[in-house]
């Protein structure tokens, strides 16, 4: 199947030569079925880390996956799915573009990943078989610009000209997979199942149930637990047929550190209230400078229960630098939206107000 990764330029880099890499403290590596998504998460990746968006395109066997690694390590749910663990280079369509590995430094890199050498052990930038296939691939891209360098090819052209780091070593071209004869001992190199948080594997559990409440319950738990992938836990659920499970996912968005708010935008419009308070104040969590704007939106909605939802977050606003937010919280006729603002404008230049009970 095809799927694609929104990442940064210099992470893109970094995943033709080394693959796939959970991005610590996660253990996972996150796809997408929709590119328009991968490019929501790149574009906001790249904000934060600032640099280019990049999207890199993949053809995933999940079931290769799922045998290699188990079938518990690979979750799929609402057009995503993670990965627990490393994910090969080779599941690239090709390297893109100018992204391949054509300098000696990216070349020694990329040889010494396959091989499982650490650098220092590795072959070196200096090599001339390293030299060569840096020129050859820079001969390659350069008179054929729309050509793709396979993974498979590459290590074909690395056993060329480095034969002495290959001598012994048996390489599956497909999906880079490596096995060291040392003597009569056959060694296989796979990466260490990870030990689960106990809570976490109860989360997966519930996420799985055919029971809405036992699939809000694991993003809850999840959200308990501080997951550092929760806003991608819950983006998988975001359009479930279960009105409470997409609650759940907005609810728990918005106790993500981060996420995008390109997702959030088609519920902020939602007839349900509840629904519809979420979306507003996931919107007004992670929308940075547009966030007052969502705030005035959420406060200024005719349910009570949107603006005591848009209340419960205004201590993350600062009420020197948002003064026609808190004006209209102070003014608002629910009496829990009020006293939430008079509090925390206290002693800050706003006038006091008689509060009015709400009317909705």
């Not at 799915?81 to 590995?101: K, N, W």
């Not at 009020?338 to 206290?346: D, F, V």
Request: hydrophobic share 40%; charged share 30%; proline share 8%.
């Amino acid at each position: 199947m095809i799927a694609y990764h929104g990442t940064t330029a210099r992470r893109a880099r970094r995943i033709c030569v080394e693959g796939f890499l959970p991005r610590k403290p996660s253990r996972r590596v996150w796809f997408a079925e929709s590119k328009a998504y991968a490019e929501g998460r790149a574009r906001t990746q790249a904000r934060r880390a600032h640099d280019r968006p990049a999207v890199l395109t993949c053809n995933i066997d999940l079931h290769q996956i799922r045998a290699r690694l188990g079938a518990k390590r690979v979750f799929r749910r609402g057009g995503c799915f993670a990965v627990d663990g490393p994910v090969p280079a080779t599941i690239l369509r090709s390297f893109p573009g100018q992204d391949a590995p054509t300098t000696p430094e990216q070349m020694a890199a990329w040889v010494n990943h396959v091989l499982g050498l650490k650098p220092h052990k590795g072959v070196g930038r200096r090599h001339p078989g390293v030299d060569r296939l840096s020129r050859w691939a820079v001969r390659r891209l350069t008179h054929q610009p729309d050509s793709h360098i396979e993974s498979a090819e590459l290590l074909h052209m690395a056993r060329q000209w480095l034969p002495e780091y290959f001598e012994g070593v048996e390489i599956d071209p497909e999906t880079l997979h490596l096995r060291r004869r040392l003597q009569t001992i056959e060694l296989e190199v796979e990466p260490p199942g990870p030990e689960i948080d106990p809570r976490e594997e109860e989360a997966l559990e519930c996420l799985e149930a055919a029971n809405p409440r036992r699939r809000a319950r694991g993003l809850a738990i999840l959200a308990e637990i501080a997951d550092p992938d929760l806003f991608d836990w819950c983006v998988m659920f975001i359009d479930d047929a279960s009105a409470e499970m997409r609650l759940a996912a907005l609810q728990g968005i918005i106790r993500c550190r981060d996420g995008d708010p390109e997702v959030l935008l088609p519920f902020s419009d939602s007839e349900d209230n509840r629904i519809r308070a979420a979306a507003i104040a996931a919107l007004a969590k992670h929308s940075g400078k547009d966030a007052p704007r969502w705030f005035e939106r959420g406060l200024k909605d005719p349910s009570p229960h949107v603006r005591r939802q848009m209340a419960a977050l205004l201590p993350d606003l600062d009420p020197t630098e948002n003064r026609s937010v808190f004006e209209l919280a102070l003014h608002d006729p629910n009496p829990d939206v009020a006293h939430m603002a008079e509090k925390l404008t206290a002693g800050k230049g706003y006038a006091r107000h008689t509060f009015r009970h709400d009317i909705h």
